[in-house]
T-cell receptor, first 112, second 110 residues
Framework: NAGVTQTPKFQVLKTGQSMTLQCAQDMNHEYMSWYRQDPGMGLRLIHYSVGAGITDQGEVPNGYNVSRSTTEDFPLRLLSAAPSQTSVYFC???????????FGSGTRLTVV | QQPVQSPQAVILREGEDAVINCSSSKALYSVHWYRQKHGEAPVFLMILLKGGEQKGHEKISASFNEKKQQSSLYLTASQLSYSGTYFCGTQRSGTYKYIFGTGTRLKVLA
């Protein structure tokens, strides 16, 4: 039972490049979310999903896309990387509204 | 709009108690509490649903005042292992968005 798996753990991008952060969970959780964490800013919600085929925007969605074609996977796409997207990205999943979230170990992204 | 936590930071000696508060301007369905150690992912501690219930987890407990949209985390007889940043997470009534608070840095000294 691996929990929530995020890849890669570290990534350096050049401004304007695109990439996909991967997130997979093996707990059959319906809810999945992406957060970014910047120093002094706490965790901010980017996008979330309450089931396969259902996604919605969070607090800071600009510059990011998501899709949820299966219950297990919830990839986050950066369309055209900018230095302001330098951050630590966490994926989290939960069985539903009355349960806590399990977090992945994070992806540290640097955009130069 | 992020829930506001207070205090922003607190330093304790082992064995002392602390209270961390979380306040939202929106009606809440639930409040969660998490602890994050430096360089690690947040770890779920407990969830409180509408109804003002109080929950406990080891020497850590919490309450949720639904009318005031406030929650408090109580740490009693603190241990060195309690050091970290504590976040409240909130789900507003009628939405599926799950928003985190601003965080409280707690350091326990020997």
């Amino acid at each position: 039972n691996a929990g929530v798996t995020q890849t890669p753990k570290f990534q350096v991008l050049k401004t304007g490049q695109s990439m996909t952060l991967q997130c997979a969970q093996d707990m059959n959780h319906e809810y999945m979310s992406w957060y970014r964490q910047d120093p002094g800013m706490g965790l901010r919600l980017i996008h979330y999903s309450v089931g396969a085929g259902i996604t919605d925007q969070g607090e800071v969605p600009n510059g990011y896309n998501v899709s949820r074609s299966t219950t297990e996977d919830f990839p986050l796409r950066l369309l055209s990387a900018a230095p302001s997207q330098t951050s630590v990205y966490f994926c989290a999943s939960s069985p539903g509204a009355n349960y806590g979230y399990t977090f992945g170990s994070g992806t540290r992204l640097t955009v130069v | 709009q992020q829930p506001v936590q207070s205090p922003q930071a607190v330093i304790l000696r082992e064995g002392e108690d602390a209270v961390i508060n979380c306040s939202s301007s929106k009606a809440l369905y639930s409040v969660h509490w998490y602890r994050q150690k430096h360089g690690e992912a947040p770890v779920f501690l407990m969830i409180l649903l509408k109804g003002g219930e109080q929950k406990g987890h080891e020497k850590i407990s919490a309450s949720f005042n639904e009318k005031k949209q406030q929650s408090s985390l109580y740490l009693t007889a603190s241990q060195l292992s309690y050091s970290g940043t504590y976040f409240c997470g909130t789900q507003r009534s009628g939405t599926y968005k799950y928003i985190f608070g601003t965080g409280t840095r707690l350091k326990v000294l020997a």
